[in-house]
Nanobody, 117 residues
Framework: QVQLVESGGGSVQSGESLTLSCTASGNIVFSSYSMAWYRQAPGKQRNLVAEIIRTGVINYEDSVRDRFIISKDTDKNTVTLQMNNLNPQDTAVYYC??????????WGKGTTVYVSA
């Protein structure tokens, strides 16, 4: 069974940076998975922040495009989200997501990011 464990959340002030990490464990061929980060702010739906498809294509949500960087390390089974110049609108629970080539969806339990003004 594949599991995703996020880390790196916390409380920061506007303009500061955080790096989130997600490590996959279990019976996984990491290179065959598309990976993504989603976030869910209080009272709102869960939305895509950034994704790195197994082909290498990377996509970002418009509001983070120039501030966040997603990367994948297949040797460490880890996907990282470098978040720069954070603002209060980035406050949310951030979830790691994986999709296999066969269409299997896997979610992490989430890590909380809080950005104060």
């Amino acid at each position: 069974q594949v599991q995703l464990v996020e880390s790196g959340g916390g409380s920061v002030q506007s303009g500061e940076s955080l790096t989130l990490s997600c490590t996959a464990s279990g019976n996984i061929v990491f290179s065959s998975y598309s990976m993504a980060w989603y976030r869910q702010a209080p009272g709102k739906q869960r939305n895509l922040v950034a994704e790195i498809i197994r082909t290498g294509v990377i996509n970002y949500e418009d509001s983070v495009r120039d501030r966040f960087i997603i990367s994948k390390d297949t040797d460490k089974n880890t996907v990282t989200l470098q978040m720069n110049n954070l603002n209060p609108q980035d406050t949310a629970v951030y979830y790691c997501y994986a999709r296999s080539w066969a269409g299997t969806d896997i979610w992490g339990k989430g890590t909380t990011v809080y950005v104060s003004a």
